[in-house]
T-cell receptor, first 114, second 111 residues
């Protein structure tokens, strides 16, 4: 069974541009989570999508947005890129059932803003 | 607000030594996960603990969930260089579904 897949693995953008990151969850998982892991910092929660709806977002500006498609895959869009947006962006998926909060991560997209 | 505090932040030990990593919070968690992350890769789930006082073993790794479900520990026996990595605890508090992560413990096991 395939795990969570993310694309691209690396992305280089210039300041002010837009970046689009993609994530395919584990088959059968309906929830997708996005996290930012900047160098030297822990994982910071960005967005949670479930059944096509945004369920929660972390303390990030509105230029961080995304969506979830009918097949449960997801996109993260970052507009007006800033140098500080350089980080490893991680996507995770889970099956929201009962109190289950187990999440399985992809390999991440390394975004570099120059 | 950092809900989960991990200690120590860095740990460098010799092969064969034992170690314990702690994860503490003032919040009650319905479940808590431990992950291990290699540089440039995503975290890999090691274990989930659900019941207060629960102890789970994974080969040389022992995970414990506190009775009050506010803290957890990871104990590694006879550490090996292959155990090197960033260990992260994570949990969902209250009605939240997304995981909150601790700051991590960077473990280096020297041969």
């Amino acid at each position: 069974e395939a795990g969570v897949t993310q694309s691209p693995t690396h992305l280089i953008k210039t300041r002010g541009q837009q970046a689009t990151l993609r994530c395919s969850p584990i088959s059968g998982h309906t929830s997708v989570y996005w996290y930012q892991q900047a160098l030297g910092l822990g994982l910071q929660f960005l967005l949670w999508y479930d059944e096509g709806e945004e369920r929660n977002r972390g303390n990030f500006p509105p230029r961080f947005s995304g969506r979830q498609f009918p097949n449960y895959s997801s996109e993260l869009n970052v507009n007006a890129l800033e140098l500080e947006d350089s980080a490893l962006y991680l996507c995770a998926s889970s099956l929201v059932a009962g109190g289950n909060t187990e999440a399985f991560f992809g390999q991440g997209t390394r975004l570099t803003v120059v | 607000t950092q809900l989960l505090e991990q200690s120590p932040q860095f740990l460098s030990i010799q092969e064969g030594e034992n170690l314990t990593v702690y994860c503490n919070s003032s919040s009650v968690f319905s479940s808590l996960q431990w992950y291990r992350q290699e540089p440039g890769e995503g975290p890999v789930l090691l274990v989930t603990v659900v019941t207060g006082g629960e102890v789970k073993k994974l080969k040389r790794l022992t995970f414990q969930f506190g009775d009050a479900r506010k803290d957890s520990s990871l104990h590694i026996t006879a550490a090996q260089p292959g155990d090197t990595g960033l260990y992260l605890c994570a949990g969902a508090a209250g009605s939240a579904r997304q995981l909150t992560f601790g700051s991590g413990t960077q473990l280096t096991v020297l041969p």
